[in-house]
């Protein structure tokens, strides 16, 4: 069973560019969250989709969105990027969310950006 | 954030029992605790969780306290491969009603040869 797949692995963007990063869940996994890791702040949570909608939202700028499509597959965007969006950017999925207590989120192996 | 405390860093000879400690004194009923690792570069990989009761897997064993105020991953026979950054969380509210997943610093296991 193929695991979470991300793309691009690595990427490098100018500073005031724009990115888009792909995940491709589980099979069968309705949820999606991303996260974005880096140095100093750890691992922090983005935003959650479920069926296409966000149903959870955490502590980052507008600059920051994504979608889901009808398929489960996810993209998230990151607009006028500035040096400090360099992180590790992680997507996990789960069959019903992280509501569920009892529900496992996988991990992929996540985008590396690096903002110059 | 993060209602999981961990110490930072934790040494293990390598063939020995490593036992990583997490304290969770908030935890309310419903919440799982769950144990991740992430080795260098690498998203994180799901060990164990439980609820309650101990739980083992092929991978490790999760021993929860009878208040489950605290609990502890045992690997038992540490590999240098096992030298990574264990994570253990518990669910926290989100918005909406949903809960989100939130990251402490987490432990760093270092097997040593």
């Known amino acids: 069973k193929a695991g979470v797949t991300q793309t691009p692995r690595y990427l490098i963007k100018t500073r005031g560019q724009q990115v888009t990063l792909s995940c491709s869940p589980i099979s069968g996994h309705r949820s999606v969250s991303w996260y974005q890791q880096t140095p100093g702040q750890g691992l922090q949570f983005l935003f959650e989709?479920?069926?296409?909608?966000?149903?959870n939202k955490g502590n980052f700028p507008g600059r920051f969105s994504g979608r889901q499509f009808s398929n489960s597959r996810s993209e998230m965007n990151v607009s006028t990027l500035e040096l400090g969006d360099s992180a590790l950017y992680l997507c996990a999925s789960s069959l019903t969310g992280t509501g569920d207590g009892g529900n496992t989120i996988y991990f992929g192996e996540g985008s590396w950006l690096t903002v110059v | 954030d993060a209602k999981t405390t961990q110490p930072p860093s934790m040494d293990c000879a390598e063939g020995r029992a490593a036992n990583l400690p997490c304290n969770h004194s908030?935890?309310?009923?419903?919440?799982?605790v769950y144990w991740y690792r992430q080795i260098h570069s690498q998203g994180p990989q799901y060990i164990i969780h439980g609820l309650k009761n101990n739980e083992t897997n092929e991978m490790a064993s999760l021993i929860i306290t009878e208040d489950r105020k605290s609990s502890t991953l045992i690997l038992p026979h540490a590999t240098l491969r096992d030298t990574a950054v264990y994570y253990c969380?518990?669910?926290?509210?989100?918005?909406?009603?949903?809960?989100?997943?939130?990251f402490g610093i987490g432990t760093k296991l270092q097997v040593i040869p």
């Open positions: 908030t935890i309310s009923g419903n919440e799982y």
């Open positions: 989709y479920f069926s296409e909608t966000q149903r």
């Open positions: 969380i518990v669910r926290v509210p989100g918005s909406g009603g949903y809960q989100k997943v939130t």
